[in-house]
């Protein structure tokens, strides 16, 4: 079993600055994409942002250019710097992690953290 801790979310004025964290402990060694993904109200969650673990990114369209995903593997925790920040980035944050457990591909999630942008 993975389990993810996130934090770092909050509210923040529009073209303001916020950086989550998440941090993995339990059965590591099998983890590869980690990554971010955010809900809002009425929508379906979407992709935010994925790094391998050879630290290949990808991103959502929407956020190209202004946020940034790292990860420390020595510390476990991977990282979403948002920078310029727009109201419609307003949204629950889950930190997910791809791993295999006898094989079979497994996905986990931490429990969220909200991130409020007003305008």
């Known amino acids: 079993q993975v389990q993810l801790v996130e934090s770092g979310g909050g509210l923040v004025q529009a073209g303001g600055s916020l950086r989550l964290s998440c941090a993995a402990s339990?059965?590591?060694?099998?983890?590869?994409?980690m990554g971010w993904y955010r809900q809002a109200p009425g929508k379906q969650r979407e992709l935010v942002a994925a790094?391998?673990?050879?630290?290949?990114?990808n991103y959502a369209d929407s956020v190209k250019g202004r946020f940034t995903i790292s990860r420390d593997n020595a510390k476990n925790t991977v990282y979403l710097q948002m920078n310029s920040l727009k109201p419609e980035d307003t949204a629950v944050y889950y930190c997910?992690?791809?791993?295999?457990?006898?094989?079979?591909?497994?996905?986990?999630w931490g429990q969220g953290t909200q991130v409020t942008v007003s305008s």
């Open positions: 997910n992690a791809e791993s295999r457990l006898l094989g079979v591909p497994v996905s986990y």
């Open positions: 339990g059965i590591i060694f099998n983890i590869n994409t």
């Open positions: 790094i391998t673990g050879g630290s290949i990114t």
